[in-house]
């Protein structure tokens, strides 16, 4: 080997991508310039960037907490975000019950996210799907919280509660019924009963 040649070479990647197996996924889905873009957001001084470049032998994260990390990093970057959501879902493993409630949680991020970008023409088919995303996943969640929160009364699903909220503002009761009757049957927090009977009232206005 030339001695040019070996000064040419690229360092190794060591860091999250090395520890989780990604450097393919990094080098081959994303353009140099998206590369760049990304490791300037971990940069931290002088210090080495935890995404390529320290040494990384044990973390309590799964590959699926880090990716959905990753994803919130970039909100204005939405092509970027795709390409990370498009990752999680490929490794996604339902048998790895930390990855269930980290899946959970990233449909949880997906909401927020599509509720901040009201500017977009589809905010609201964007709103109601990212809902349904977690709504659809909430029977294998469900699971996963009795089992790791043992004795503990469930939580408030993000999912249930902003499409409820956003399918009454619509005046669309039936439907809103409908998700509350499904949360409910869950046996997830919130005031299913109330906003049941509430919307039954509008819907039988509307009728009248």
């Known amino acids: 080997m030339r001695l040019f040649d070996f000064f040419k070479r690229e360092k190794p990647i060591k860091g999250y991508l090395a520890y989780y197996?990604?450097?393919d996924w990094w080098l081959n889905d994303f353009s140099e310039k998206?590369?760049?873009?990304?490791?300037?957001?971990?940069?931290?001084?002088?210090?080495?960037?935890?995404?390529?470049e320290t040494e990384l032998f044990g973390t309590s994260q799964?590959?699926?907490?880090?990716?959905?990390?990753?994803?919130s990093n970039f909100s204005k970057e939405k092509m970027i975000q795709q390409k990370i959501s498009k990752k999680?879902?490929?490794?996604?493993?339902e048998s790895n019950q930390n990855m269930i409630l980290d899946m959970h949680?990233?449909?949880?991020?997906?909401?927020?996210?599509?509720e901040k970008d009201k500017e977009n023409q589809l905010y609201l088919?964007?709103?109601?799907?990212?809902c349904n995303e977690q709504i659809n996943f909430a029977s294998t969640s469900l699971k996963a919280f009795k089992k790791e929160y043992?004795?503990?009364?469930l939580p408030l699903p993000v999912g249930y509660k902003r499409l409820v909220i956003t399918l009454e503002k619509e005046k669309r009761y039936e439907e809103t019924i409908e998700v509350c009757k499904k949360a409910l049957s869950q046996k997830w927090a919130g005031d299913w009963e109330h906003r049941i009977e509430r919307c039954e009232k509008k819907l039988n206005k509307q009728n009248t």
């Open 62 to 71: 799964t590959v699926i907490s880090f990716l959905a990390s990753m994803f």
């Open 150 to 153: 043992k004795n503990q009364p």
């Open 105 to 114: 949680f990233f449909f949880q991020s997906k909401i927020g996210f599509a």
């Open 34 to 52: 998206e590369r760049n873009f990304i490791i300037s957001k971990y940069k931290s001084g002088n210090e080495k960037n935890p995404l390529t």
């Open 21 to 23: 197996n990604l450097i």
């Open 125 to 130: 088919a964007n709103l109601i799907d990212a």
């Open 88 to 93: 999680i879902y490929e490794l996604f493993d």
